[in-house]
């Protein structure tokens, strides 16, 4: 898929090449954070329930 894309970025004028690298970059980032973010707390969350269970058994 990613290769693909790619190949007919570099099938583009390079100007046009640079635009869309930055726009799939962008993309990528701004679809990367919120999911990192949702990924992080979800972790933090499995932690506290485990650290719940270990205060409960006590």
């Known amino acids: 898929m990613l290769s693909e894309t790619l190949n007919i970025i570099r099938s583009m004028k390079v100007k046009q090449e640079r635009f869309v690298l930055m726009g799939l970059y962008e993309?990528?980032?701004?679809?990367?954070?919120?999911?990192?973010?949702?990924?992080?707390?979800?972790?933090?969350?499995?932690?506290?329930?485990?650290n719940?269970?270990?205060?409960?058994?006590?």
């Open 52 to 58: 719940r269970d270990i205060k409960n058994e006590d």
């Open 27 to 50: 993309l990528f980032v701004t679809a990367s954070v919120p999911m990192l973010k949702l990924l992080f707390v979800r972790k933090l969350e499995k932690i506290e329930d485990v």
